[in-house]
């Protein structure tokens, strides 16, 4: 796997996870939606072997990023629709597209960089074996396809398809 291969796996699951579990963090509190998918901690939990430690301290990181993360996803989709608008509107404008298309990548490149701050936090409250694992599982998840809905959680992935919804 390449080095490119590997960021994007990490940067599409840790998206993924952190969404699903800032969200799920954040349930308790009034005002937000529940979370689609509250075992995203748990499976990181179990499957990494984290200590109540570190999966407060992950619950920690990912609710401090929660609501960046909430807004980047917004914009995306709001990016996306406007790039869609442009390229099935009748009348085509080339320097449309092109900026709308501009729109969706400078969104991407923020969630980028803040997908990679929220994993610098991550690097320093896993092992090194840990660490390791975790890499590991976020390859598994994008070989799978599960960072995008198709996968071993149940519900609509970020793009709104995916498993059956949950019960």
Do not use: W
Request: proline share 5%.
């Amino acid at each position: 796997m390449t080095r490119f291969d590997k960021t994007i796996a990490f940067s599409g699951l840790a998206l993924a996870v952190a969404l699903a579990a800032a969200t799920a963090a954040a349930a308790a509190r009034p005002g937000r939606s529940p979370s689609p998918r509250p075992d995203h901690i748990e499976h990181l939990a179990t499957e990494l072997d984290l200590t109540d430690a570190q999966r407060a301290a992950v619950e920690k990181i990912f609710d401090a990023h929660h609501e960046e993360m909430e807004q980047n996803h917004s914009e995306l989709r709001a990016a996306h629709a406007s790039l869609h608008a442009q390229i099935i509107d009748e009348d085509f404008d080339e320097g449309a597209i092109r900026a709308a298309a501009s729109a969706v990548a400078a969104v991407e490149e923020e969630m980028a960089v803040a997908r990679a701050r929220m994993l610098k936090e991550m690097r320093g409250i896993l092992t090194a074996d840990q660490y390791k694992d975790f890499v590991e599982l976020l390859a598994r998840h994008h070989r799978a396809g599960r960072m995008h809905g198709r996968g071993e959680f149940p519900g609509p992935g970020p793009h709104g398809h995916g498993g059956p919804s949950l019960p």
